[in-house]
C-alpha cells in the first residue's frame, strides 16, 4: 500500500520505469563506449571483457538515480551522464571482484566472469575497471566547474572506502562463521556494502551536479539510505524465492554461500536449539566447487566403491582409502539436502514475510522522505521515477 | 662501468642511497597512518591488512624517486608526501592482487597476503587501498593548487590504465602459452606492467609537483622508461640466482609460474628443436598447489602404493585408482626436475648475462637521459639520489 504522495506527483508505472532505466542505460553505454579504448590486440584479452557485464541484461539502477535526481532538481542531463558512466564503472567492478570472492557462477543468466575466464584474469579487468573510473571525474571539471566536480570525486572516495568495508565485514562474519547477529548489524553491513555505491551516492551525485544545498543533499542521502536497505533484502527475498531463468543468479545462492541474510538469520533466533545447532553446522561447511557436477573426489569415491564391490580391493582397504579422500583432498561440502534443510527452516519460521516486512518499513520511510523533499520539486516524470522506485525496489522479481 | 657525469654530480654511495629511500619510507609511513581510518571492528579484518606489505621490509623506492625528482629540481618536500603515498597505496594494492593473480607465496620475505587471510580478504584488501588513494588525490588541490593537483590525478588515471593493461598482456601469454615473441614484445609488456607505475609516474608526479616544464617532463620520462626496464629485468635476474632468504620471494618463483622473462625467452630461442619442445611441455603445466608439500592427490596415490604392495588391492585396481586420480582429480604439475631442466637450459645458453647485458644498455642509456638534464639542475643529494639508482638497479642483490 503506498502511501499518497502530494498531488504533484502522479505514480509511474513498472513499465514506465523500466523504460526510464533502459533510456539511461543506453546513455551510459554510449559514454562507456567513449572512456575504454576501442581496437587493438589488448581488445580481446582486456577491453571487450570490460563490457561483458554491462552488456548483459542489467537495469542501470545506479545510472537511473543519478539522473532522475540531478533532472529532478533541474540539473542537465549532460552534466551528471559521465559520473552515472563512472557509478556503473564501480558498480561492475564490484560485481566482477565479488563474484570472485564469493565463488559464485552466475551472474546476470550467464556464467561470472572468473568462471569463463580465469581468476586472475577477472581481477585484472576489475582494476582496469577502476583505473578507467578516473579520467571521467577528470573530465568532469570542464563540465560542471572545479567546485562541483571535486565534490563528486570525495563522493566516489568516500563510496569506494563504504564498500570495501562492507564487504570485509561480510567477509569476516563468513569466513569465522559469525552468526549471532543482531538485524542491526546486517543493515549497518549491508548499508556499507550495497547502500552506499546503489542509492547514496547515485543519489547525492545526482543532487550534487543540480546544485542542492547541503540540507537537500542531506534529505536525499536519507531518502537512499532507506531505499538502500530495502533493495538489499528485496534481493536476499528473490533469491530464496526465484528460479534461475528468472532471477539471473543461482535459486538459492545464497543459501550454498551461506550468505548472512536478515531472512536466515530471523530463522535461525526461531529455531530450537537443536535446528539451530544443526544448521550452523551446515552453515559452517563450504559449497561444493562445481555444483551439479559431482567434485573429482566424488569420482574417485565412486570409483573405488564398485572396485570394492567386485572384490578388487579388501574392506581394509577400502574403508582407508575412503577415509583418507574425505580427509586430505576434500573439507566437507554442503549437499542438496543440507541446503533444502535451511530452506525449509526458513519456511517453518515465515522468516521471509517477517523480512518483507522490514523492507516495506524501510520503503515507507524512504516515501516519506521524498514526500518532504516534494514541495521544493515541481513535477516532473523525473520524480515519479523516484517515487515509483520506492514500490518497484521491494515488489520486484528481478 | 658507470658512465661519468658532470661534475656537479657527486656519485652516492649504494648505504647513502639506501638511507635516503628508508627517510623517504619513514614519511611516507608517516602519511598512510594518517590516511588510513584507526581503531574500531574494521582494524583487523581490513585497516591493519593495509599496513601489512608497507610495514614488511621493503623499499619505498617509488616514493623515494618521486621525492628526489621533485627536490631535484626545487620543489618542496611537503608538496610531493601526499602522492607518494598514494603511489606506494597503489603499488602494494598491485602486489597483493598480483600475488593472487600469479598464486604467489612468498612476498617480502613472508606469507603472500591471500595465502594468509585467505584470496576474498586479499581481493577486498587491494580494492581498499585503492579506495584510500583517492581522497590524499583531492588534499593535493588545497596543497598544489588546482592545475598540479589534477595534473597529478591525471597522471595516476594513465598509470593505473597501463599497469591494468600491462598485467592483461603477461595473463594472456600465460594463459594461451604464447612463447613466441620477441624481445621488444616483453620490452613493451614490462614497461606497461611495471615501468609506468615504479619509475614513470614516480618521476612525472615530481617533476609536476616541482613545476617542471613540458620538455623536462618528457625527459623525465624517458629517463624513468630506461630505468624501468633495466629494473624489471633485474628483477627477473634476481629471481633465478638467489634464495628466499635474500631476495623476499620465492627462488625461482618465475620458473614454478612460468613467468615470461628476457632470460627464458632467450634460452628458448637458444634450445635445439627437442629441448625447446621438452621445455614447451613444462612451461604448459601447472604449478603444483602447495609447493614443498605432497599435494593431497599425491598423499592419496603414495597410500594407494602401500597398500597395494600388502596386497590389499588387486593391479587392476591399483592401475584404474592411480589414473582416475591423475585425470580427474590432479592436472598435470610441475616437478622439481622439471623447474631444474629449465634452469639449466637458462645456465647452458647464459642467458642471465644476455640479460644483464640488455639491462646495463638499458642503465647506460638512463644516465645519459639524467645527464642531459644535468646542466638545468643544481648539484644536490637528490641528484645523486637519481644517479645513484641507475647502477643500483642493475647491481642489487634484493
Redesign the interface.
Known amino acids: 500500500m503506498p502511501i499518497e504522495m502530494g498531488q504533484l506527483l502522479p505514480s509511474m508505472s513498472s513499465g514506465q520505469l523500466l523504460d526510464y532505466m533502459a533510456e539511461c542505460r543506453g546513455l551510459v553505454l554510449e559514454e562507456l563506449k567513449a572512456i575504454v579504448p576501442a581496437a587493438g590486440?589488448?581488445q580481446p584479452?582486456?577491453y571487450d571483457l570490460v563490457f561483458e557485464y554491462p552488456m548483459r541484461e542489467a537495469k542501470a539502477l545506479r545510472p537511473a538515480v543519478a539522473v532522475a535526481v540531478c533532472r529532478a532538481f533541474g540539473g542537465p542531463l549532460e552534466g551528471v551522464l559521465k559520473s552515472a558512466t563512472v557509478l556503473e564503472l564501480y558498480h561492475n567492478a564490484?560485481l566482477i571482484?565479488d563474484d570472485?570472492?564469493?565463488g559464485s557462477e552466475l551472474r546476470r543468466d550467464a556464467p561470472t566472469l572468473h568462471t569463463r575466464h580465469?581468476?586472475?584474469?577477472a581481477?585484472?579487468?576489475?582494476?582496469?575497471m577502476?583505473?578507467?573510473a578516473?579520467?571521467p571525474l577528470?573530465d568532469n571539471?570542464a563540465d560542471l566547474g572545479?567546485g562541483r566536480a571535486?565534490r563528486v570525486?570525495?563522493a566516489?572516495?568516500v563510496m569506494?572506502?563504504e564498500?570495501?568495508?562492507g564487504?570485509?565485514?561480510e567477509?569476516?562474519w563468513t569466513?569465522s562463521g559469525n552468526w549471532s547477529l543482531r538485524d542491526r548489524d546486517y543493515l549497518r553491513m549491508v548499508h556499507k556494502k550495497t547502500g552506499w555505491y546503489t542509492f547514496i551516492t547515485p543519489a547525492v551525485i545526482g543532487g550534487l551536479v543540480a546544485g542542492c544545498t547541503q540540507e537537500q543533499l542531506l534529505r536525499l542521502r536519507l531518502f537512499a539510505t532507506a531505499l538502500g536497505t530495502a533493495f538489499q533484502i528485496q534481493d536476499d527475498i528473490l533469491n530464496l524465492e526465484s528460479g534461475p531463468g528468472r532471477y539471473g543468479k543461482e535459486a538459492w545462492g545464497d543459501l550454498w554461500e551461506g550468505k548472512h541474510t536478515l531472512i536466515l538469520m530471523h530463522a535461525l533466533r526461531c529455531a530450537d536449539a537443536e535446528e539451530r545447532q544443526h544448521a550452523l553446522g551446515i552453515l559452517g561447511r563450504a559449497r561444493p566447487p562445481h555444483q551439479g557436477h559431482p567434485s573429482?573426489?566424488e569420482?574417485?569415491v565412486e570409483?573405488?566403491t564398485a572396485?570394492y564391490q567386485e572384490q578388487?580391493?579388501?574392506h581394509?582397504?577400502y574403508d582407508?582409502?575412503t577415509q583418507?579422500?574425505r580427509h586430505?583432498?576434500q573439507v566437507r561440502y554442503k549437499t542438496h539436502e543440507d541446503v533444502r534443510f535451511l530452506h525449509d527452516l526458513v519456511q517453518r519460521h515465515d522468516s521471509i514475510a517477517y523480512a518483507r516486512r522490514v523492507a516495506a518499513r524501510r520503503a515507507r520511510r524512504a516515501r516519506l522522505l521524498l514526500h518532504a523533499l516534494d514541495p521544493v520539486l515541481g513535477a516532473s516524470e523525473h520524480l515519479s521515477f523516484l517515487d515509483g522506485l520506492i514500490d518497484f525496489v521491494v515488489d520486484r522479481s528481478h
Open positions: 590486440e589488448l584479452i582486456l564490484f571482484h570472485v570472492e564469493d580465469g581468476t586472475p584474469v581481477i585484472n579487468v576489475g582494476d582496469a577502476l583505473a578507467l578516473l579520467q577528470l571539471v572545479l571535486l570525486m570525495e566516489v572516495s569506494a572506502r564498500s570495501a568495508e564487504q570485509a565485514i567477509l569476516a569466513r573429482p573426489t569420482q574417485v570409483r573405488l572396485l578388487q580391493i579388501t581394509r582397504a582407508e582409502l583418507l579422500l586430505t583432498v
